[in-house]
């Protein structure tokens, strides 16, 4: 490798610790990802003009065809995609990386099958390359099924003992690894056979898994898409593969840890206690529901808003599902022009991913300083006349506090109970996610204001309008 | 057991930088708040594109003959761009809403 080319392999490498440092930050995120996203073109740039190969020029040309056709494609669907869309996009990118990863590790075990004894990669090459191809498959499947599960298109599906099955099923994976090394690696079938094997895996890993836990599940291909990267970076003795693959492998790690504490849960949990399953039908029964709801219209929650001095909005799933992102805006812009005091209230896990709503609402161009954490907003509630609970429900179930045997038991939640009028909108009187009962919906203080809920707030502004 | 040592010797300079990576990636993003994290993982999500300079390395080296290592090589460059492009771009269309603090 000629030194330019390390020069330029360590400047790239920098650029992804400062970026990966600087998306850490509000105020530094942009710049952050615009850093990285210039030392990955640098690396791109010298790979393809410093290496020191004898490469034809028909090569050279597909290489050219293959990075536009690529460019265009990840470029239309980058700026096409809908803000609600944002995690399944994720997870389709994570996808491709890791299909990547794979197809590298096939061409590499091809240069092992049918050459002389002599020519023979090493042992712990080829346990390299198939390490590649079983993360590669996994990652690449995994994503699109988590893809297509974020979509509405896929169901969960639960085969009986799914968990013992899948963990037979990866030990036969590395079993079977072992012995292709052991064999001498010198079989497309059987390296065909490891391939379809891992890409299956990948498929029953993923499809057990519950719908509201598909962040936790990207993150944690997002880790091993890195991990991936970093094996075809040893493979190749390549430094900024190695290093950018182990920075997102860890920090996808990390961030996968954090969103499981968000939401009280383990990661094995996770992964294997899928949610909603028989422990929380346990739960459902053993909660202290029943009693009346009070049912409202959209006059009577706009008269109390009205004469409100503060309230809080908390934003939901069931928002962003409705698109009702701009119409919230709206709503808030009316009530401030009334005089009241109108936040908004910011669960770490509300919509589908960590931070997700904050991304929604800062595209209807709600002020950032109005989106108020968990944490700063919890002793605010006492003091509140009015919450409006759009869409969401977990995150406002006070079992979370008071009900031990609940699944949810132990998670942060917003305390609404505290504030003077609870408004909720809801769809129906459907569970959450967790699929239990929320026990807030039978308080006194609080009215359910059924309707989807673009347009219950529609009907909502449009009685404002009127007073 | 004799292989693992051979592994480790032969490769102890990449073990070292791997395990100060694993660190340095754990730092980076321990307190990061929750509002960054949907930004956080697509980010980290276009880094892991890097296996594109893995992809490239096998076409630059791939025989114009062999069509199938130049047929998987090109599917692999295609994959690993959309991942960077689009991961990238997508990152900083989410990172373009949030407006700075006053």
């Known amino acids: 490798m000629s030194i330019i080319l390390s020069i330029i392999y360590l400047i790239a490498t920098v650029t992804f610790v400062f970026g990966l440092k600087m998306l850490g930050h509000p105020e530094t995120a942009k710049k952050g990802n615009l850093i990285s996203a210039v030392g990955m073109v640098i690396a791109i740039i010298g790979t393809i003009f410093f290496h020191d190969f004898e490469v034809p020029l028909i090569n050279y040309l597909l290489i050219g065809s293959a990075l536009l056709v690529g460019t265009i494609i990840g470029w239309l669907i980058a700026v096409k995609v809908e803000m609600t869309k944002m995690p399944e996009l994720v997870s389709l990118f994570n996808g491709f990386g890791g299909g990547s990863a794979l197809l590298i590790g096939l061409v590499e075990f091809g240069k092992n099958v049918g050459v002389e004894d002599s020519m023979k990669l090493s042992s712990s090459i080829i346990t390299t390359i198939l390490a590649a191809i079983i993360i590669g498959s996994i990652t690449f499947t995994g994503s699109l099924i988590a893809w297509a599960k974020l979509n509405g298109s896929m169901n969960d599906i639960r085969l009986p003992k799914y968990n013992l099955i899948n963990n037979v099923f990866f030990l036969g994976l590395i079993v079977f690894g072992t012995y292709i090394v052991m064999q001498g690696a010198d079989s497309f079938v059987l390296i065909y056979l490891l391939l379809f094997a891992a890409l299956a895996y990948g498929v029953l890993f993923v499809i057990p898994i519950g719908g509201a836990d598909m962040p936790v599940v990207i993150s944690l291909l997002n880790s091993l898409t890195g991990i991936a990267a970093a094996i075809t970076g040893i493979l190749y003795g390549n430094m900024v593969m190695l290093v950018g693959g182990i920075l997102v492998g860890s920090a996808g790690l990390i961030l996968t840890f954090v969103m499981c504490n968000a939401m009280n849960r383990s990661l094995s949990n996770v992964i294997f206690g899928a949610f909603g399953g028989d422990s929380a039908t346990g739960a459902v029964s053993a909660g202290k529901t029943g009693g009346t709801i009070k049912k409202t219209t959209a006059s009577d929650s706009a008269i109390l808003l009205n004469y409100a001095n503060k309230v809080v909005i908390v934003p939901g799933y069931g928002l962003a599902v409705a698109q009702a992102q701009h119409i919230i805006h709206e709503l808030e812009l009316l009530l401030i022009k009334k005089g009241v005091d109108v936040s908004y209230a910011i669960h770490p896990v509300a919509g589908r991913m960590p931070g997700h709503m904050n991304v929604l609402l800062a595209e209807s161009k709600v002020d950032y300083d109005k989106l108020i954490e968990m944490d700063d907003i919890n002793p605010q509630f006492p003091n509140t006349d009015v919450v409006l609970v759009v869409g969401a429900n977990d995150v406002v179930n006070p079992a979370a506090h008071n009900d031990p045997s609940s699944p949810i038991y132990g998670m942060p939640i917003l305390d609404v109970e505290n504030a003077r009028h609870i408004i909720v909108n809801k769809r129906s009187m459907n569970a959450g996610y967790a699929g239990i009962e929320n026990e807030l919906f039978f308080n006194q203080k609080t009215s359910m204001l059924f309707g989807d809920a673009k347009s219950a707030l529609t009907e909502l502004v449009s009685e404002l309008r009127n007073m | ?102």
């Open chain 2, 1 to 102: 057991m004799n292989y693992l040592i051979e592994f480790i010797s032969n490769n102890l300079q990449l073990l070292y930088i791997l395990i100060l990576a694993i660190f340095i990636g754990v730092e980076l993003i321990k307190n990061v708040p929750s509002v960054l994290h949907t930004p956080l993982m697509s980010g980290a999500n276009a880094l892991s594109g890097v296996v594109i300079v893995g992809a490239l390395l096998v076409m630059l080296q791939a025989n114009p003959e062999d069509y199938l290592a130049l047929a998987l090589g090109f599917v692999a460059v295609v994959l690993g761009i959309i991942n960077v492009v689009g991961g990238f771009a997508v990152t900083d269309r989410m990172l373009q809403m949030f407006k700075k603090k006053k």
